[in-house]
């Protein structure tokens, strides 16, 4: 009897501990797309880290698209300024390093430990987040989410806003699970459970397509590239053609006769 109270009383014990595993609870984007074609992104995670001791976390926030571009032409790399992080309101330690396809976020001080739930906030500008699909249109393709995440996210929603009249066509919506799409005037929203990518048409005549920084680099290296072949190819021209001429030219033989002796006695 003894010992089924002890199992009993384990049991007991092991229900009410509290789960250890970490998640997010919820999360909220907020996005507004400015008439200069810039983003402007605030983003709340509310982070469960159970009974873990963590010290943060790490946001990656894609740069490129998902797709190989159809040509350099309609390649995007985004850049990030203003960025601003708070862990329950109170500003919080990041350090930002850039790869080739994300822009990674370490958020949280080596210092301190976090367990529970915390609600961290981020903000930021995008540069570069339109693209330029190749029937000549243009649009936002965002990933809210991203796809850095080890942990479940239980719900994420996002609402874009921006100018009456930017937002043209139907949005789409990428996700895992079931999406929910709201449409308003000026203004879109998604919601579904887990990771979260949408794409919006925006209109031309109300928001400035913005070519990225790599887009310039492509066409001032396309330039000088181009330059260099001209260059090459016209020195390659030039030496052929006096290559030529000097191998076709008629010797002329010239004779001067002796002092005194006459051309036509020496002939």
């Known amino acids: 009897m003894k010992y089924f109270s002890v199992l009993f009383v384990l049991l007991v014990w092991l ?3 509290p789960a250890s595993a970490e998640e997010i609870a919820s999360y909220t984007t907020s996005l507004s797309l400015e008439v200069d074609g810039q983003l402007r992104v ?4 509310v982070y469960d880290f159970g009974t873990l001791q963590r010290h943060g976390i790490y946001r990656e926030i894609p740069r490129g698209l998902p797709d190989t571009p159809s040509s350099w032409l309609f390649e995007r790399t985004i850049s990030i300024d203003n960025l601003v992080v708070a862990r329950d309101g109170q500003p919080e330690l990041y350090d930002v390093s850039l790869t080739k396809d994300v822009v990674k976020v370490k958020i949280g001080n080596p210092d301190v430990t976090v367990t529970g739930r915390a609600v961290y906030t981020i903000s930021y500008t995008v540069t570069g987040a339109l693209v330029r699909y190749v029937d000549g249109t243009t649009g936002l393709y965002w990933n809210a989410v991203g796809t850095g995440w080890s942990v479940p996210i239980r719900a994420s929603e996002v609402t874009l806003r921006a100018a009456p009249g930017a937002l043209v066509g139907d949005a789409k919506c990428y996700a895992r699970r079931s999406c929910e799409v709201g449409v308003g005037p000026d203004y879109r929203t998604f919601s579904t459970a887990g990771p979260l990518t949408f794409e919006q048409r925006v209109a031309d005549t109300v928001v ?5 920084e790599r887009f310039r680099v492509s066409v001032l290296g396309f330039v000088g590239y181009a330059g260099v072949l001209l260059f090459a190819l016209f020195a390659a021209t030039r030496y052929r053609n006096a290559y030529q001429t000097k191998r076709h030219k008629t010797d002329v033989v010239e004779y001067a006769p002796y002092p005194g002796i006459s051309a036509l006695l020496t002939a």
Not at 42 to 45: A, G, S
Not at 208 to 212: A, E, F, G, I, S
């Open 15 to 17: 229900v009410a501990l």
């Open 42 to 45: 605030v983003e709340e995670i």
């Open 208 to 212: 400035t397509y913005q070519p990225t």
